[in-house]
């Protein structure tokens, strides 16, 4: 803690304070704030998000903003990604799966691009807005590795990838882990980096559970695919990570005081709960799903030889769904009656599908699609 100490020193960073709501509204658009820096103090991911957004949306063309804050456990997709494809969606809002069997993951999506990530308390979200002039992929991913290389992980670069990497020396060699993933989001005036860093997740080695969906092996799709990669803790503690971004970034920008956002305040700012709304909506996190086809065989219109399907289903059985903004506008399961039955209904709003297709066939689509029978979260 005195090395970050002594960071702060020489950044001439003060300490956060808190803010209330008619401040911190009158502080983000003030035109004579070109550096600002906050924090927030809500784990709420969608609320996090939508700061974020107000940040992006109301602060002055010419400035640059840090902002930081964690969320609780969640698994957080691209803007243009597909849900059935990137998550276990069974294991969404369950409990009993994480280090803390009282927390269960919940799933969002945000308004920028880029792949799949986890959340939880034991890693820090940073996010810099700047002009359009200023954006560079690497720019704000360097100043990270400098905070992490002044906390003692000296082997931490950015790789080709954007990516922030850790090389550690093992047994059989150098080994390389992927420690933060980055998103960008671009506007005509504003521009978006932000990024996660694992830190000290204690369910590192639980995280892939929800990142692999039994239904990918048999779906092609659009949109944005995400990279797997192997992942490791960089075993610092997030508020150490916090003074240290935040003195580099006061080290390129100049002199900040860093603002503390409660939950409490930012829910009184109308905008950041409009924001809110939107993007916890289910529309927003099922409907934005790109055009993608399920098949459990080949055909003309699927574009790759799907896997053997489990040996307790009938030989015979074979179901193609293609959807489109997560409705769907074809179905076709073996038995189904009447032929068209599924068309136009909504994937994420079918609660068994049971109804369509009776016996372990309907289990096995409720398994893939990850529809929970049970209600208990």
């Not at 503390?260 to 799903?289: L, P």
């Amino acid at each position: 803690m005195a090395s970050v100490c002594r960071l702060l020193t020489r950044s001439r960073v003060q300490l956060p304070t808190f803010l209330n709501a008619r401040r911190f509204s009158h502080l983000v658009d003030n035109p004579s704030r070109k550096v600002q820096v906050y924090t927030s103090a809500s784990q709420d991911p969608w609320l996090n998000l939508s700061i974020e957004h107000f940040l992006l949306q109301k602060s002055p063309p010419e400035s640059v903003v840090l902002f930081l804050y964690t969320n609780r456990p969640c698994v957080v997709i691209g803007r243009n990604q597909n849900p059935w494809l990137e998550v276990n969606l069974g294991l969404i809002n369950r409990r009993g799966l994480l280090a803390d069997p009282n927390e269960a993951v919940s799933l969002v999506r945000r308004r920028s691009g880029g792949g799949t990530v986890f959340h939880d308390h034991g890693n820090i979200n940073y996010s810099v807005i700047c002009p359009p002039a200023a954006f560079d992929r690497n720019k704000h991913a360097e100043m990270v590795v400098r905070a992490l290389q002044n906390l003692g992980r000296k082997t931490v670069r950015v790789n080709e990838r954007h990516d922030i990497v850790i090389d550690v020396p093992e047994e059989a060699g150098q080994a390389t882990y992927k420690i933060s993933g980055s998103a960008y989001k671009l506007t005509r005036l504003r521009s978006l980096h932000h990024g996660t860093c694992l830190l000290g997740t204690p369910n590192i080695d639980r995280i892939g559970q929800f990142l692999r969906s039994p239904a990918a092996p048999y779906i092609t799709a659009q949109g944005v695919e995400s990279v797997r990669s192997k992942i490791k803790n960089v075993g610092i503690d997030n508020s150490d990570f916090e003074s240290a971004a935040i003195a580099e970034f006061g080290g390129m920008y100049g002199d900040v005081q860093a603002h503390v956002i409660s939950e409490a305040e930012a829910r009184e700012n109308k905008d950041i709960m409009k924001g809110y709304d939107e993007i916890t909506d289910e529309k927003w996190t099922f409907e934005q799903t790109p055009r993608f086809i399920f098949s459990t065989h080949p055909t003309e219109r699927f574009e790759k030889v799907p896997p053997p399907l489990p040996d307790h289903l009938e030989d015979h059985f074979e179901a193609f769904i293609e959807a489109r903004h997560g409705e769907i506008l074809t179905g076709e399961i073996d038995g189904l009656f009447p032929p068209n039955a599924l068309d136009g209904s909504h994937l994420h709003k079918i609660n068994d599908w049971r109804i369509y297709r009776e016996g372990r066939e309907g289990e096995w689509l409720n398994e893939v699609f990850g529809v929970r029978l049970d209600t208990k979260a």
